[in-house]
């Protein structure tokens, strides 16, 4: 049961490359999320899906594109990385709406210098 | 304001005391809260659910205080490997049932 995955697990670019994080689960779950954390923040929602090819907005989405042509992929792409987005990127994802359990990948670890 | 707020801590407890810290939310809809535990920077994880009336999971107590919008985590017996942090977590606002993370209590309990 492999779950929910990510990779690459740590990435170093350096500014203005673009960089894609992927994410795949192995649950046919509906939703898909992406956060990232940073000390002293909580996690921040940067995009979701709530199927294929349905995308949407969240807390902190500048800088970053989407894409769901699968249900069991979600990669989320750095258009052109900036030092301000050197953080931890977790991947989850969710069987339905309300009250359901979110399960997390393991993380990215992103340094841009 | 953040949505969800906590004490960052740490809270230093020794083995075998007890320990809780609690959460509050600004938003008076929402309708899911959560405790999710993080190890050192590794994902989260689903420690219980909170429901109205308060529930136990072993050795963890979750209450919740609608009316005065906070949840609370109790931890009796303290193990060594209970040492994380503990994310408060509560739905937001939209149908979709997203959720918003407290930044987290540290709890680092002592031999």
């Known amino acids: 049961d492999a779950g929910i995955t990510q990779s690459p697990r740590y990435k170093i670019t350096e500014t203005g490359r673009q960089v894609t994080l992927m994410c795949h689960q192995t649950w046919s779950h509906s939703y898909m999320f992406w956060y990232r954390q940073d000390l002293g923040h909580g996690l921040r929602l940067i995009y979701y899906?709530?199927?294929?090819?349905?995308?949407d907005k969240g807390e902190v989405p500048d800088g970053y594109v989407v894409s769901r042509s699968k249900t069991e992929n979600f990669p989320l792409t750095l258009e052109s990385a900036t030092r301000s987005q050197t953080s931890v990127y977790f991947c989850a994802s969710r069987v339905g709406g309300l009250g359901q359990t979110q399960y997390f990948g393991p993380g990215t670890r992103l340094l841009v210098l | 304001r953040k949505e969800v707020e906590q004490d960052p801590g740490p809270f230093n407890v020794p083995e075998g005391a007890t320990v809780a810290f609690n959460c509050t939310y600004s938003?008076?809809?929402?309708?899911?809260f959560f405790w999710y535990r993080q190890d050192c920077r590794k994902e989260p994880k689903l420690l219980m659910s909170?429901?109205?009336s308060g529930n136990e999971d072993g050795r963890f107590t979750a209450q919740l205080n609608r009316a005065s919008q906070y949840i609370s985590l109790l931890i009796r017996d303290s193990k060594l490997s209970d040492s994380a942090t503990y994310l408060c977590?509560?739905?937001?606002?939209?149908?979709?049932?997203?959720?918003?993370f407290g930044a987290g209590t540290q709890v680092v309990v002592t031999p």
């Open positions: 909170v429901y109205s």
């Open positions: 938003n008076s809809a929402s309708q899911s």
């Open positions: 977590v509560v739905n937001g606002a939209d149908s979709w049932g997203k959720l918003q």
């Open positions: 899906s709530a199927a294929a090819d349905i995308t």
